[in-house]
């Protein structure tokens, strides 16, 4: 008995998907507080280290050969975006914008297993 999740995007596409799959996507406070400031300071955001930062989010967890897989947010060249890419994403946003990048480390969730 598996507890399933409807979502709805920003396009008005839905999905029905398992719970414990999205579960293992979450990020950590720390990242979610980390890209709320990003977002507080910069409304905009049409700017190349932006459209970085938001390419790792949106593609955070997965893996070369995945669906859905975008090399080009693969920043460490590991095959797998998640924090090693998203500190050098916030590391190009702080030289970017001119301010000090948050002292974090996130620890990287699982990759899905769809």
């Given at each position: 008995?598996?507890?399933?999740?409807?979502?709805?995007?920003?396009?008005?596409?839905?999905?029905?998907?398992?719970?414990?799959?999205?579960?293992?996507?979450?990020?950590?406070?720390?990242?979610?507080?980390d890209?709320?400031?990003?977002?507080?300071?910069?409304?905009?955001?049409?700017?190349?280290?932006?459209?970085?930062?938001?390419?790792?989010?949106?593609?955070?967890?997965?893996?070369?050969?995945?669906?859905?897989?975008?090399?080009?947010?693969?920043?460490?060249?590991?095959?797998?975006?998640?924090?090693?890419?998203?500190?050098?994403?916030?590391?190009?946003?702080?030289?970017?914008?001119?301010?000090?990048?948050?002292?974090?480390n996130?620890?990287?969730?699982?990759?899905?297993?769809?």
């Amino acid at each position: 008995d598996t507890e399933m999740v409807w979502l709805k995007d920003n396009e008005g596409n839905s999905y029905w998907l398992r719970r414990d799959a999205i579960e293992r996507s979450r990020v950590t406070d720390e990242v979610r507080a980390d890209i709320e400031s990003f977002l507080e300071d910069d409304t905009g955001g049409y700017g190349d280290a932006f459209f970085l930062l938001n390419g790792v989010l949106k593609h955070w967890g997965m893996k070369a050969g995945q669906e859905g897989y975008e090399g080009n947010f693969d920043l460490d060249g590991d095959g797998y975006i998640g924090a090693g890419d998203y500190e050098i994403a916030k590391q190009a946003w702080a030289e970017q914008y001119g301010k000090k990048a948050p002292a974090s480390n996130p620890k990287s969730p699982a990759a899905p297993n769809f």
